[in-house]
């Protein structure tokens, strides 16, 4: 069945560090990528997506690529702020269908 | 995208009551899905609602613990009935978007069971 792996936090980083937050999936089909972020108190927010091999999804410094040879979405991001410290979920969908397979969550915490 | 909102957004309640959660989005939409987030944890889904039909629920949940009510194109119900402590979580109703290959999240309702 479809899944998704992300590496375990919590990830602890100075601000203007680099991030990488990995991620790799297994999939019977041709899955549509995803990552949401969770701030303190919140839902979630869709913070990028790619559609099919190669995207690269971006939005606010944060990007990733889909890479189908490695199954693999890493999430990047070469500067971050204190206001980035957050949860970060990656998440797959099958095409054509809407239910989402969720990773079990990365915490992010930013110090200045 | 779709704008989705979500009332109570916390309630603390007694064991062995009932509380339903309300969903409403700013578009028609098909489906709409109800998750249980538990303390530090992933989101799992717990059913989806369609619009004139029984929801269909994921292994380990069930329509008497969970009712989910789907009157029209743009409006859920979640109720979690019989209460326990261990039924304390975020329930999040989510939506696709107008793209179809996304989903948009409300803000949540946090549970707490005494």
């Known amino acids: 069945g479809d899944s998704v792996t992300q590496m375990e936090g919590p990830v602890t980083l100075s601000e203007e560090a680099f991030l990488t937050i990995n991620c790799t999936y297994t999939?019977?089909?041709?899955?549509?990528l995803f990552w949401y972020v969770q701030y303190p108190g919140e839902g979630l927010q869709l913070l990028l997506k790619?559609?099919?091999?190669?995207d690269k999804g971006s939005n606010k410094g944060f990007e990733a690529t889909y890479r189908k040879e490695t199954t693999s979405f890493h999430l990047e991001k070469g500067s971050v702020q204190v206001s980035d410290s957050a949860v970060y979920f990656c998440?797959?969908?099958?095409?054509?269908?809407?239910?989402?397979?969720f990773g079990s969550g990365t915490k992010l915490n930013v110090k200045p | 995208s779709a704008v989705i909102s979500q009332k109570p957004s916390r309630d603390i309640c007694q064991r062995g009551t009932s509380l339903t959660i309300q969903c409403q989005v700013d578009?028609?939409?098909?489906?709409m899905f109800w998750y249980r987030q538990q303390p530090g944890q992933s989101l799992t889904l717990i059913a989806t609602?369609?619009?004139?039909?029984?929801?269909?629920?994921e292994s380990g949940f069930v329509i008497d613990k969970f009712p989910i009510s789907r009157p029209n194109l743009t409006f859920s119900t979640l109720t979690v009935s019989n209460m326990s402590p261990e039924d304390s979580s975020i329930y999040l109703c989510?939506?696709?978007?107008?793209?179809?290959?996304?989903?948009?999240f409300g803000p949540g309702t946090r549970l707490t069971v005494l």
């Open positions: 609602a369609n619009q004139g039909s029984e929801a269909t629920y």
């Open positions: 790619a559609t099919k091999a190669d």
């Open positions: 578009s028609q939409v098909t489906m």
């Open positions: 999939a019977t089909g041709y899955p549509s």
């Open positions: 998440a797959l969908s099958e095409r054509g269908f809407n239910k989402f397979y």
């Open positions: 989510s939506a696709p978007g107008q793209g179809g290959n996304e989903q948009f």
